[in-house]
């Protein structure tokens, strides 16, 4: 991340909520071409998330904790606050001073920018302003929230305004917490009903309206430099899996999410700087 941070522009996308074994299926079935054209080798990573539930999973997750490989580790981290002890911080690790790496990146030079979805990036009562704090610049209304059957629409709208507005030469981190996975989202399914609720069904429909709209995004990304891309989930949900419905629980579906990182290319190159792939998160850390 060394090579990264400072020549790059960043994005981190959280798909609240999404769950590995939907984004899997549909990744493997062709039915989110524009996410999987650019998932490394066309395929989620399995992960394990930080949390199991919105706020905490954030909290650690711009800590630098990400959501961590499905596999024995330690594993070394993309960005990590110093902390003596640590096990996860290697030599290619961005190491900052700063408790959380938005605040390290501001730092830095970067326009922080958060362009939120679910309750806790809403702004509203205090504790919906503590994640969207971290940011120097934040956006939500309701359109961007769970309730609404376009606000992923809305918020690509939102961050292709804000990518307008910016002086060329000032680098960027985005972040962008996509509501639409999150209940409720029966309303993406032709012939659902609100009767009827969420289903698994209803979840994989609102991430192929999710893919429908998500180029635009990468396309902004990339408009005006190479962008280094986070795209992954900050947990899943149940439904009704061994009796279970919703998430804040330990299931396997709710602690196991999809990954994925790569590069979006600029106007000039693709700006990789570990090879074709980008870089795996060993190799950048």
């Not at 690509?156 to 030469?169: C, F, M, S």
Request: net charge negative; glycine share 12%; aromatic share 10%.
């Amino acid at each position: 991340m060394n090579a990264i941070v400072g020549s790059h522009d960043l994005l981190l996308v959280t798909l609240d909520t999404l769950r590995y074994d939907v984004a899997a299926e549909l990744a493997a079935g062709g039915r989110i071409p524009n996410l999987a054209r650019h998932l490394p080798g066309g395929v989620w990573e399995r992960r394990h998330a930080p949390g199991s539930f919105t706020y905490a999973s954030h909290q650690a997750i711009f800590a630098g904790f990400l959501p961590t490989p499905a596999a024995p580790g330690p594993h070394p981290r993309l960005f990590a606050a110093r902390f003596a002890g640590s096990e996860s911080t290697a030599g290619g690790t961005w190491v900052h001073d700063t408790p959380d790496f938005v605040s390290a990146l501001a730092a830095e030079g970067y326009r922080t920018v958060c362009v939120g979805g679910v309750g806790f990036f809403n702004g509203q009562p205090p504790l919906g302003s503590v994640l969207p704090g971290l940011f120097r610049e934040s956006h939500w209304e309701p359109s961007f929230g769970v309730a609404s059957p376009t606000s992923f629409e809305s918020q690509v709208e939102r961050v292709e305004e804000v990518v307008a507005g910016l002086p060329h030469e000032e680098r960027l981190f985005l972040f962008v917490n996509v509501s639409a996975l999150h209940q409720p989202n029966w309303f993406h399914l032709p012939g659902a009903t609100r009767e009827a609720g969420d289903s698994r069904e209803t979840h994989a429909a609102a991430l192929e309206y999710v893919d429908r709209h998500i180029g635009r995004l990468f396309a902004a990304m990339g408009s005006r430099r190479p962008c280094f891309a986070i795209v992954c989930s900050d947990h899943g949900t149940a439904y009704g899996e061994d009796g279970f419905t919703g998430h804040r629980l330990g299931h396997e579906v709710v602690w196991t999410v999809p990954y994925a990182q790569f590069f979006l290319p600029g106007p000039d190159g693709p700006g990789e700087p570990d090879g074709p792939d980008g870089p795996d998160e060993e190799a950048a850390a």
